[in-house]
């Protein structure tokens, strides 16, 4: 019933700005005041002409209809109380727009923040563990588009499971996610503050180094390493390799036709790489993989370099 009201309150609106002239919708017809589509449907019609009054009244109610179905077919979103995560990057999402209190599951290498070490793990590289989401009854699930397998995320769709895709690959797109979650966000104020400080922070990192990235005549030529078993790399179309061009280095994996392609030992070899950045590993433990064929410096993001 609430919906009905509120899809007669915007008819009467709609219809008051759709023929701001018709004397036959105003008061007296003098045109100072517009009167409820209501009103004129109960008081003014029975005096006009029938088939006109008719015709009114059919298209009346065939837009109440058509606004109380989209009223009804539109998703509420509401803050979330149970959320899983299937990817590292997502569960930083999730605490970043103040969902993390609500986080009851994540991936394989979701540690940041530490918080995130406490949660069961309901997802690797390898696939999905439908079941055991299904039995953690989720109302909110983050996943990552082209990262986590499709076909059981389309399983837990068909049961009515809300997914939240994330596919940024660069910091405005982060920026553009972390407010999108403010719909679901029981604090969506640290969404957006979130949201404002990446903008702020990205645009001083290009004021501060974008130019290393035309001026530097023979860039470092990098590998951005994921892993070790498997062996995962990012391409051009990727946060990673926007941070690495931002520094003035060049990844030797950016001719890629896939964002994250798994690679072999001996294709990094002949690239030749001469640097080597790692996500969510020890660096001592990433260099002494690769010896001894290449001895390499490694920076961490986590900021130790081996």
């Keep these: 019933m609430a919906k009905y009201q509120q899809a007669t309150e915007i008819l009467n609106w ?18 100072d005041r517009p009167m409820s589509v209501d009103y004129y449907l109960m008081r003014r019609a029975p005096a006009a002409n029938n088939t006109a009054a008719s015709k009114t009244k059919g298209i009346y109610y065939f837009f109440i209809g058509l606004l109380g179905y989209w009223l009804i077919a539109l998703p509420v979103y509401a803050a979330v109380e149970r959320v899983i995560s299937l990817a590292p990057s997502t569960t930083e999402l999730a605490y970043a727009a103040g969902l993390g209190e609500k986080l009851v599951a994540a991936s394989d290498f979701s540690d940041y923040p530490a918080a995130a070490n406490k949660l069961e793990r309901v997802a690797s590289w390898q696939g999905i563990n439908v079941e055991r989401i299904l039995a953690l009854k989720p109302d909110l699930i983050l996943a990552w588009r082209g990262g986590n397998p499709q076909r059981p995320l389309d399983q837990l769709a068909a049961l009515g499971i809300p997914i939240f895709y994330s596919d940024a690959r660069s910091f405005e797109q982060i920026a553009q996610e972390l407010e999108k979650l403010t719909a679901y966000s029981p604090h969506p104020d640290r969404a957006r503050q979130a949201a404002a400080h990446i903008r702020q922070r990205s645009a001083a990192l290009y004021h501060q180094y974008g130019h290393q990235s035309v001026h530097r005549s023979s860039p470092l030529r990098i590998l951005i390493q994921l892993g070790t078993q498997p062996l995962f790399t990012s391409s051009a179309d990727t946060l990673q390799n926007e941070i690495i061009s931002l520094c003035g280095g060049k990844n030797i994996f950016a001719d890629s036709r896939v964002p994250w392609p798994q690679i072999s030992r001996e294709q990094v070899l002949r690239r030749q790489p001469q640097l080597i950045v790692i996500t969510g590993q020890s660096a001592a433990h990433v260099k002494n993989f690769w010896l001894p064929q290449l001895k390499l410096p490694v920076i961490a993001l986590n900021k130790r370099v081996a």
């Design 14 to 31: 709609f219809l008051g700005c759709l023929y701001p002239m018709n004397f036959e919708l105003r008061q007296g017809g003098k045109g």
